[in-house]
């Protein structure tokens, strides 16, 4: 078995372990997890896979890939949390495995392999592998578009021998252009947007030099719209041009207003990436600064990759909603740049500066902070409650009863000592060794820390509700919310399609003369509600910051 092979079945063999198991272990998260995870259960339930629905409805905001993939997976498994996070477990696969043949063929073997490793060890790259949300499959098919254009350059303009670039430049342009029609599927043409403005600010950056001719750009922009054009040509012909309308108007109120309350202040990514890529992000940092880099194509790759970076910081902190995956592509560009600075390292062209121990263990001592100090401080919830908000609801969820050990801390004890290990071997001139310990050891940590945490964050935030959802399951019955937003009704009382229409008048539900009994639940306010002065209408408990009630049928 040659080396290539070998360390791609590994690091598959590696993805699985971290990726795979306990996918299942905590439901789904409100709302972006249990919404994707619902329209793909609505698929399966409809038997109509060309069109997304959502409570029934058609949903306008995504288009249908990842969808697919999701409702894939529950005909194989059955409708779970397993099979909504199972397709990004599969892409984290994937990842690994196309990072550390990219890398083996621009820089070497040890190149590749520090790039699928910082990939795996840093914070939020890993934990989207293990989630139900749409982004790791559109990054991944953004960037590989972008390598594609990329190598058509190369072979253009002979910077590369035929063992880098061995098909012919036409293919790679046409390869690229049907997997960006992969992520414009996904969800939607911000992903040619994105691509044509890194080649954009490449091409002015190259004093305007046509690095691939107009002819073969409008080709790559063809076949990138070929796949959405096949979709979103028949679903405008059988349901006309609604789909592209609310879409769109989606998309502008995305980039134009805080939706959905996601606001916040111009640096909000930069931050996000800093603490949340760690520690990638602490090496990525240094590849800013000018670089030792021998052959030209590999000077040029590092160039292709802080453009993207920057486009898509700048891009996503001008879009006024602010959500941490919205700059999630520049795992890809970060995680690069970290691996030159950890090869730099081994080759002694760098030095393992001061800043570069501070940043790790300024970045890292959050995360041991965190995970020690939420154990302990969960003893003391009377200091806990006593800081946060004090409305009856964020009360109300503060009074779950969670059960802390005190050995949820060991996460954070397990990162103290890798983070010592690893910067002492940084230290003494031990950089290989130092690289695999500090990431495989955060990619451990990760885990550990899921384990420990993810379920009894899931038990404050939401499992009254979704346990209230749960037992209406098989009953003949509407469940809403009242006041609030969540899909939970839909996915976890495992809703069947709406035979009534009056279902969706909620003046109906609260007033008219209902069919069945409605269950309505709402979050804990200081000042009774509309549904408190209705005399059919029965309070029938409150836990955890969440009152239920029950209107029955007369």
């Not at 699985?16 to 249990?34: K, Y």
């Not at 899909?487 to 109906?508: A, C, E, L, Q, R």
Request: proline content about 5%; overall charge positive.
């Amino acid at each position: 078995m040659n080396q290539k092979l070998f360390y791609s079945l590994l690091l598959a063999g590696l993805g699985a372990l971290f990726f795979i198991p306990f996918l299942g272990g905590v439901r789904l998260f409100d709302w972006d997890e249990i919404n994707f995870a619902e329209c793909a259960r609505e698929m399966i339930a409809l038997g109509d896979y060309l069109r997304v629905h959502i409570d029934y409805k058609p949903f306008f905001e995504k288009p249908p890939f990842f969808f697919w993939c999701q409702s894939a997976m529950m005909n194989l498994f059955g409708v779970s949390e397993f099979s909504a996070r199972l397709p990004n477990a599969i892409c984290g696969i994937i990842t690994l495995v196309y990072l550390y043949q990219l890398g083996q063929k621009l820089n070497g073997h040890r190149f590749g392999l520090l790039w699928a490793l910082a990939y795996l060890g840093s914070v939020t790259p890993h934990l989207y592998f293990r989630s139900g949300i749409i982004d790791p499959f559109f990054n991944l098919f953004i960037f590989a578009s972008l390598v594609n254009v990329i190598f058509a350059s190369w072979k253009r303009e002979r910077l590369t021998t035929p063992i880098h670039t061995p098909k012919p430049q036409w293919l790679y342009l046409l390869l690229g252009g049907l997997v960006l029609g992969l992520g414009i599927l996904t969800k939607g043409p911000v992903a040619y947007l994105i691509v044509g403005l890194v080649l954009f600010v490449y091409w002015v950056l190259s004093r305007f030099r046509f690095f691939i001719s107009p002819i073969q750009f409008i080709g790559f922009s063809l076949a990138a719209g070929l796949a959405a054009l096949a979709w979103g040509g028949l679903e405008t012909y059988l349901h006309g041009p609604v789909f592209v309308r609310e879409f769109l108007t989606y998309n502008v109120r995305l980039f134009s207003t805080p939706d959905a309350g996601h606001g916040g202040f111009p640096g909000y990514h930069f931050i996000i990436l800093l603490v949340g890529c760690f520690p990638a992000s602490i090496f990525a940092i240094r590849a800013f600064a000018p670089m030792f880099i021998e052959r030209n194509y590999q000077r040029e790759f590092r160039r292709w990759m802080l453009i993207l970076f920057w486009v898509v910081l700048i891009l996503f902190s001008v879009v006024q909603s602010k959500i941490v995956h919205y700059s999630s592509l520049c795992y890809f560009p970060l995680t690069y740049l970290a691996a030159l600075t950890l090869v730099q390292l081994e080759e002694r062209k760098i030095q393992f500066s001061l800043w570069l121990r501070a940043g790790l263990i300024g970045i890292g001592g959050i995360f041991i902070l965190a995970t020690v100090a939420a154990p302990f401080l969960a003893q003391r919830m009377d200091l806990v409650r006593a800081w946060a908000d004090q409305d009856p609801f964020t009360q109300g969820n503060l009074n779950a009863a969670i059960n802390w050990t005190g050995w949820e801390a060991l996460p954070g004890v397990w990162l103290l000592i890798v983070l010592a290990v690893a910067i002492r071997w940084y230290s003494t001139r031990q950089p290989g060794q130092a690289s695999v310990a500090l990431f495989g050891g955060m990619a451990v940590f990760i885990t550990l820390t899921l384990w420990f945490f993810i379920g009894r964050i899931e038990g404050i935030s939401q499992d009254a509700a979704m346990r209230f959802f749960e037992r209406t399951q098989g009953q003949n019955v509407y469940v809403r919310t009242y006041g609030y937003r969540s899909y939970g009704p839909f996915f976890y009382t495992m809703k069947p399609p709406v035979t009534n229409p009056n279902y969706y008048n909620d003046d109906w539900l609260m007033h008219g003369r209902i069919d069945k009994d409605v269950l309505f639940i709402r979050k804990s306010t200081t000042a009774p509600t509309h549904l408190d002065s209705l005399p059919d209408v029965r309070r029938t408990g409150e836990e955890n910051g969440f009152v239920f009630y029950r209107r029955q049928a007369r």
